[in-house]
């Protein structure tokens, strides 16, 4: 499972067990649901620190694949890639007098 969807449930999970926990306090439906967020948020910040940073490891590998992807088609696309000289080239027959049919 990724270190986003850890988070995200994590983060889903601890405002469902505040809200569970406000349920039998006598109080609005949507101050109970306002409080819950406040304190699930600030309870994530605390308990859920070892996902949040695994997250944001994982998303700044992402923006830098993306980056480097974007590099490289840029430098294709303005023709500053040369070809491999290692490979030959199939554009011209061979030749080489065993290569004949």
Not at 34 to 43: E, K
Not at 46 to 56: E, I, K, N
Not at 75 to 90: E, I, K
Request: charged share 25%; hydrophobic share 50%.
């Amino acid at each position: 499972m990724s270190a986003a969807a850890k988070y995200t449930l994590g983060r889903i999970g601890l405002f469902v067990v505040v809200l569970l926990a406000l349920l039998p306090v006598e109080m609005n439906i949507f101050l109970k649901l306002m409080v819950a967020l406040a304190f699930s948020a600030a309870a994530s910040f605390f308990l859920l620190r070892g996902w949040r940073d695994a997250m944001a490891e994982e998303m700044a590998a992402a923006a830098e694949r993306r980056r480097a992807e974007k590099e490289r088609l840029r430098s294709a696309l303005a023709g500053d890639d040369q070809p491999s000289t290692d490979q030959p080239s199939t554009d011209r027959p061979s030749t080489d007098p065993t290569d004949r049919p």
